[in-house]
């Protein structure tokens, strides 16, 4: 039997690339600064709902939740071999935190509905709270199964897969539907398809199209954009290029659960790291270098 | 979610398996105790488990005032969804201001879970617990004695002060091996509260088929001296040199993530933000250029002496004793040193 699989990526900030210039004075991330990418762990949530679709079928659906620029990474999930693309982006949720963000994607996923399995990657780079997995599970009101390194059999009723518990690891079964966050050792993501690439590459989301509009006609009216806006996207949807993109109106999500509204937890303060040490001496690397310092540490009895 | 509640009491998630109390329980214990003096108010741990009355005596030794004990056959192996629904019902029982996990495996499974259900905030992996006031910048509203959840964020570039001031009770997970564990009180007393305990079969959702736990190869947590090793190291073979030095000191092998994704040594013995996070009295990082994340599992380290051949590794700016040079001549250098000096302590103690 064929499964359908819904999978949730971000589009995150790569963490490796971070100066302080990046931060807002409000504490919340300016992810303008810095270089985006594709959540990696959401990459092998993918891969395993494509090894899932390649062995028996059926339809992956992916989501995100954020600015604009996050149609690029469904872009890239449709390269990779996603069917469905959707993008939620509402100023609404900005400042969400992880239990605002699952309540979103929950009624997203409800709102693609008839779903098999839910994939999330484990962790996202930028905050690694591995929240927003186990959330989405309780909101959709399915079991979940994390930190998934293996799928071990999959049949109409249930699913099988080998978690890591940390020291050791753990094969569980459930029913389906069910929610599975994936580890990075789980599998090795595919590159994207040339033939897809082709095929998608001009595929947007209406926001990008109206972005792009605005600043190739600087002089237009409000009421004309839209107008040209509108007719680009219908052309696309035409050709099965137009991406979907949802707001929290269409998704009838109650807003009192959205954004900085629905988020108990709030930011006091950032600080940056600074590590250093209190005092600090040069050891020459001779032998008498070392054999003084050796013979410091065991004076100050650290080592004995 | 529960209102604000500045009575409720402090608690801590003992986490257990099969009868045996993990270590973050404990180390949580001491912190909490603190938290739980500020505030005024009672330390209490949760227990779930099936035979699990020992475990609560040994919590009051660790500083619990109370232990809510919530026994029942179906809670004897942990399970998503059992656990969460008993926390759950726990919880808006007694209306705890606080509610501490440790970030393990199952506590980053659970907690998430909980807080969703509790429609409360859930602050992950926090490395400091502090009590301390906000005020909010939109209306000048000040909040006394909320929990500050310090933990780092961008990959340990940022630390990051979460607070929750209005949806409660305040929860968060704690890395393990951030707060010391303090030493137990065997004459202490407190008060054992035994729950019953609503759950059924339809409560555990998960069949669990296999198990295959494994004792860490190392227990880096509880080493004094720790010696590490990086990329710098060069190769497997070559780090037979980090291998000796830890084995003439006594101390315990470590490596940063990249030389254990270089196949150098097991995960087992990773420190730094993925890994384990260390606060041994001395800390030799060897060919280690002290990438930040590496930084943040072994900064609270009493001593570091850092072995480097480029002078500008930032592993240098937090190092106590800094040796510019090629490893290779300055770790045998230091064995022969280490093994000279004991043999003459020998003699010293002899004579």
């Known amino acids: 039997m064929a499964y359908n699989c819904v999978v949730l990526i971000k589009q995150v900030p790569d963490t490796k690339r971070i100066t302080g210039e990046a931060m807002n004075d409000d504490g919340t991330v300016n992810r303008s600064a810095l270089p985006a990418i594709f959540n990696p762990e959401d990459l092998n949530a993918l891969e395993l709902a494509l090894q899932i679709k390649d062995k028996f079928g059926g339809k992956i659906t992916v989501i995100t939740m954020g600015l604009p620029a996050a149609s690029a990474i469904l872009r890239d999930s449709l390269f990779r071999g996603a069917d469905d693309a959707i993008l939620i982006t509402d100023q609404r949720c900005a400042a969400s935190d992880t239990l605002a963000t699952s309540y979103i994607l929950s009624c997203a996923v409800k709102k693609v509905g008839n779903y098999d399995i839910v994939l999330c990657g484990r962790q996202a780079i930028d905050g690694d709270t591995a929240q927003v997995g186990p959330q989405l599970a309780e909101k959709l009101g399915i079991p979940q199964i994390t930190y998934v390194e293996e799928l071990i059999e999959l049949n109409s009723k249930s699913i099988t897969a080998r978690r890591n518990i940390g020291a050791g690891w753990q094969q569980v079964r459930t029913e389906l539907p069910a929610l599975l966050t994936v580890t990075g050792d789980a599998n090795e993501p595919r590159v994207a398809a040339a033939k897809k690439m082709m095929k998608y590459k001009n595929a947007r989301t209406p926001i990008e199209i109206e972005q792009k509009i605005r600043a190739e006609n600087t002089e237009a009216t409000e009421a004309d954009i839209r107008e040209l806006a509108k007719h680009k996207c219908s052309k696309l949807e035409e050709k099965g290029l137009l991406i979907k993109q949802w707001d929290l109106d269409f998704l009838e999500a109650d807003l009192n659960w959205c954004g900085r509204t629905g988020s108990p937890t709030k930011v006091h303060r950032i600080q940056s790291v600074v590590l250093a040490a209190k005092e600090s001496k040069s050891i020459e690397p001779s032998e008498k270098g070392i054999s003084d310092m050796i013979h410091e540490l065991i004076e100050d009895k650290i080592i004995s | ?351």
């Open chain 2, 1 to 351: 979610m529960i209102d604000v509640n500045k009575q409720g009491e402090v608690w801590v998630f003992a986490e257990q398996h099969n009868g045996q109390l993990e270590d973050t329980p404990i180390e949580l214990m001491s912190k909490a105790h603190r938290l739980a003096d500020t505030l005024g108010v009672k330390l209490a741990a949760a227990v779930l488990g099936d035979g699990a009355r020992d475990i609560a005596t040994k919590l009051i030794h660790y500083g619990a005032d109370k232990v809510y004990l919530a026994e029942h056959p179906l809670l004897g192996t942990y399970q998503t969804n059992s656990y969460a629904k008993v926390m759950f019902d726990l919880i808006h029982k007694y209306e705890p201001q606080i509610v501490l996990y440790g970030a393990t495996a199952a506590g980053r499974d659970l907690a998430p879970r909980i807080a969703s259900a509790a429609k409360a905030g859930l602050t992950a992996d926090c490395t400091d617990l502090q009590i301390g006031d906000h005020q909010v910048t939109k209306n000048g509203d000040i909040h006394k004695n909320l929990l500050f959840q310090v933990r780092p964020a961008f990959g340990g570039n940022i630390i990051a002060t979460i607070i929750n001031y209005d949806r409660w009770p305040q929860m968060a997970t704690v890395r393990e091996g951030v707060m010391p564990m303090s030493e137990p009180d065997v004459s202490r007393k407190g008060e054992v509260i035994e729950e019953k305990v609503q759950i059924s079969k339809q409560d555990l959702p998960l069949e669990i088929l296999e198990e295959h736990k494994r004792p860490k190869k190392v227990n880096l947590k509880a080493a004094r001296i720790i010696v590490a090793g990086g990329a710098g190291v060069g190769s497997k073979d070559n780090f037979q040199l980090i291998w000796d030095l830890a084995n003439c000191l006594g101390a315990a092998p470590a490596a940063t993530r990249a030389a254990v994704d270089l196949g150098f040594i097991d995960s087992d013995h990773q420190v730094g933000q993925t890994g384990t996070t260390v606060r041994p009295s001395l800390y030799l990082a060897v060919g280690i250029s002290g990438a930040i994340q590496h930084q943040a599992g072994m900064s609270q380290s009493q001593k570091v002496i850092a072995i480097n051949n480029d002078p500008d590794a930032p592993i240098f700016q937090i190092a106590h004793y800094k040796i510019v040079g090629d490893l290779n001549v300055v770790v045998p250098k230091m064995i022969k040193a280490i093994k000279e000096k004991s043999i003459k302590e020998e003699k010293t103690v002899k004579a």
